[in-house]
């Protein structure tokens, strides 16, 4: 069976602080951020709310995607989450 990687971004309910990360699991990391189970950024930020993924079969591609969103702006950010997802809805219930 194949792999699939995921990059996504979260955000806190007011949509004013954005996380990029990369998972192989996308369902649980979510999980994680929404019950703060990790220490760390998302939990003292109250990260929760998945706004952006995308869905990679190469872990080095997903990687490399990663690391090109977080050295973008977050002008950029905004731009990429709201091409796929204008009103920052929660994505999480639609995995």
Same mark, same amino acid.
């Given at each position: ?20 990360? =990369?998972?192989? !699991?996308?369902?649980?990391? $979510?999980?994680?951020? +929404? ?7 998302? @939990? /003292? ?9 995308? =869905?990679?079969? !190469?872990?080095?591609?997903? $990687?490399?995607?990663? +690391? ?7 002008? @950029? /950010? ?18």
């Amino acid at each position: 069976m194949p792999h699939q990687y995921y990059i996504y971004i979260v955000t806190n309910i007011n949509d004013t602080v954005l996380y990029t990360g =990369v998972t192989n !699991d996308l369902n649980r990391r $979510i999980f994680e951020h +929404k019950h703060k189970l990790v220490e760390g950024f998302t @939990k /003292k930020y109250h990260i929760t709310k998945l706004v952006y993924y995308e =869905v990679f079969d !190469d872990i080095e591609l997903a $990687i490399a995607r990663e +690391k090109q969103i977080k050295a973008g702006s977050r002008k @950029k /950010k905004i731009k990429l989450i709201e091409s796929i997802n204008p009103n920052f809805i929660d994505l999480y219930d639609t995995l």
